[in-house]
């Protein structure tokens, strides 16, 4: 599996400062969606991924994502914040990320 995650282990001086290595780009998606015509729209909202067409370019804050990939516990689908465990499930999941569960599990090969 390929991690997103890197020690910057390429740099001369090792900080201990881990690296979010991402090609997402909210802009450039957006662009993209735009340009989709509505049958393939109607596809994706069929989906259960009809929040993607209605976004709008977002700012995405590299420091709150790695706080929140440092904090995540996979084992119990749990996040700690400020020492607090709160407990993902797939409604949470839902209303976070405005994809809705269809019910099949995912397969890592």
């Known amino acids: 599996m390929e991690s997103f995650v890197s020690n910057n282990e390429d740099k001369t001086e090792n900080t201990g400062i881990q690296k979010l290595q991402s090609r997402c780009s909210p802009i450039r998606f957006c662009y993209v969606v735009q ?23 977002v ?23 400020y020492g607090k465990q709160f407990k993902f499930n797939s409604k949470l999941f839902e209303w976070v990320m405005g994809a809705e569960d269809g019910g099949e599990d995912c397969v890592n090969d």
């Open 35 to 57: 340009k989709f015509n509505n049958e393939l729209k109607a596809a994706i909202r069929e989906m259960g991924f009809g929040k993607l067409i209605e976004m709008r370019s």
């Open 59 to 81: 700012k995405i804050y590299r420091a709150l994502v790695m706080s929140l990939v440092d904090n995540f516990d996979v084992d119990s689908s749990t996040i700690s914040v």
